[in-house]
């Protein structure tokens, strides 16, 4: 009540200062912003108590920072299990401290639910400091099992290495069959000629040219294959 009177110190020593009656109640009854008078009782050695009115302002709060929370999408583990509420808060640092953030009514039931590559939206739940309580929508994705990724593409590795493997056998027999002048030159020298004619262009002369070639390999062939036994009887 002393701050109520301004020239306290110029009173005589011992000058007594207290709040009058309903004044506490008066001013707990003020809305903010609002101001009323009240009594203060001020009791001075030698003249007696007297009653002076007093004006009382009940001030506004401070104002609270005008930032909302802004999401961000989470990820669940590989159980479904969901993060801390707060990864979902993108600007949590930037709001009022003690500010709140759990995870919504059904939240956890619904990132469980959800199947390796899928995302949802579920409620997080942010309480702010003089601002209250608002519910956001926040989408969570469960991630792929990576074990079952790496499977498929060693599937995938396996049957290329089994194609190249392939191929690396056919070129190996019409290698060999070339250099060598064996059995086998004839056979693959027929399976060279039928892949080639297929990709022949549909013309007569070209189609010709091709099948004199191939018979001229096949006559080198045999060929071969006489002389190969005429050094053995030899």
Request: proline share 8%; hydrophobic share 25%.
């Amino acid at each position: 009540a002393k701050e109520a009177i301004k020239n306290l110190p110029d009173l005589p020593s011992g000058t007594d200062v207290k709040w009058g009656e309903g004044a506490s109640d008066k001013a707990k009854g003020l809305k903010p912003g609002e101001s009323t008078t009240v009594p203060v009782v001020v009791t001075i050695p030698g003249k007696g108590p007297q009653t002076v009115e007093v004006t009382v302002t009940r001030p506004n709060p401070e104002p609270t920072p005008s930032v909302n929370p802004e999401t961000q999408g989470v990820k669940t583990d590989k159980d479904g299990n969901l993060p801390d509420a707060k990864e979902a808060i993108k600007n949590l640092p930037d709001l009022p401290s003690g500010t709140d953030v759990k995870w919504g009514e059904g939240a956890s039931d619904k990132a469980k639910g959800l199947k390796p590559g899928e995302s949802t939206t579920v409620p997080v739940v942010v309480t702010i400091p003089g601002k209250g309580t608002q519910t956001i929508d926040v989408t969570v994705t469960r991630p792929n099992n990576n074990n079952n990724g790496s499977a498929d593409n060693n599937n995938g590795n396996g049957a290329n290495n089994g194609n190249n493997t392939n191929n690396a056998a056919d070129n190996s027999n019409r290698g060999n069959g070339q250099n060598s002048g064996n059995g086998n030159f004839t056979n693959n020298t027929h399976k060279i000629g039928n892949v080639n004619a297929d990709k022949l262009p549909q013309t007569g002369e070209k189609q010709e040219s091709a099948l004199l070639s191939v018979l001229g390999l096949a006559l080198l062939g045999i060929a071969g294959v006489t002389l190969s036994k005429k050094k053995k009887e030899d």
